[in-house]
């Protein structure tokens, strides 16, 4: 697949690392295009461009830059292709103190997104993984972490679902989109917990069934 | 431990029939006396006669009733003794279609029973545990599930965190009372996923370290 990671930062480079390591076609897309060549060469990726250029192909998108830089960032995806998979691991925290989750009524971040980007098929996922854990493998002693993926279009979730399978992770299908109510506040539980309460980030949820 | 059931349903009764079995002396409190006496001796449990009498000498109190029962319940807790432990075991739904939350914005509805009865120590948890996972018990192909456990009170937590021990569960302290807020909506995941998606209760999380 053509995947356009969308901000490369710590979660953004993890995952595109391990994609293009599993054989996907990985482009980064940066407003600082020495920062997005430089991350592309360090992951084994291609350099994409501003996110407009990277996003102009993709098959699938991932979003992994700060809520508070979404709605600008957005603005650049209207030319996304249509239909093409937008994976939303943002949370929407109000600033990078990461102390206070926007409260949406009635809604989610990604279902904020998916109607600011309607062409695009959104689809939740990883947002209650840290970067480190992303980083080194979601195996813990045998159990794969969890991803929870949420996202109202079966293929665009199969397909990411997929995607997680790949990278070695236990994807958990979590309904609608309208899931990301639950989910995001996870996130918060995730971070209080490693950050908060000073345990660090070697913390993965993995839904257990028997 | 003088452990009373505010309210004997499937939760309450789940609950207190593994805490008599650990030893502790469970008393099943009711509004109807009739079926507190049936549940009491059903699991192994004394007849604490309402809700009222049954947490008048308790050392904690485990709260099992659904959400719209709540204020008129806690209006009988009034007296019970200072510095008792409240579990809260609730999820604040709407109704009895369990379909949404109610929306607290800036509280949870283990902080809003925390105001109106400040005299006891209210702790979160077990709330996003099914009571077909609570009567079965907590393994998970040696795997325990976890319980999430949020307080203001750290003896109080460290209570409920070794309850949780002796049934089996993982207790996971989750942090301030004020965690409800991420807690509260993990269980609306859980409930999404296992009745709305229709792969039913026999789930439940776990978190993994290393």
């Not at 461009?49 to 709605?71: C, F, K, N, R």
């Amino acid at each position: 697949m053509k995947i356009a990671v969308i901000g490369p930062g710590s979660m953004g480079a993890g995952l595109g690392r391990h994609l293009a390591a599993a054989g996907h076609e990985v482009r980064v897309g940066s407003r600082d295009a020495e920062r997005a060549r430089e991350k592309a060469s360090e992951i084994g990726a291609s350099f994409g461009g501003g996110y407009h250029e990277a996003a102009a192909e993709a098959d699938a998108l991932l979003l992994t830059i700060p809520w508070w830089g979404v709605d600008e960032v957005l603005g650049e995806l209207g030319d996304a292709p249509s239909g093409a998979v937008l994976i939303d691991v943002t949370n929407p925290y109000k600033d990078d103190t990461f102390a206070e989750l926007v409260e949406f009524s009635g809604s989610s971040g990604a279902e904020e997104i998916q109607r600011k980007v309607p062409g695009v098929r959104v689809v939740k996922a990883w947002n209650t993984v840290f970067a480190p854990v992303v980083a080194s493998g979601p195996d813990f002693g045998g159990q794969a972490a969890s991803v929870f993926v949420a996202g109202d279009d079966a293929e665009a979730k199969e397909t990411v679902m997929r995607l997680a399978r790949e990278l070695g992770y236990d994807p958990v299908d979590a309904g609608p989109l309208s899931s990301a109510r639950f989910i995001e506040p996870l996130a918060g539980l995730m971070v209080r917990m490693a950050y908060g309460l000073g345990r660090g980030p070697n913390q993965a949820l993995k839904l257990l069934t028997r």
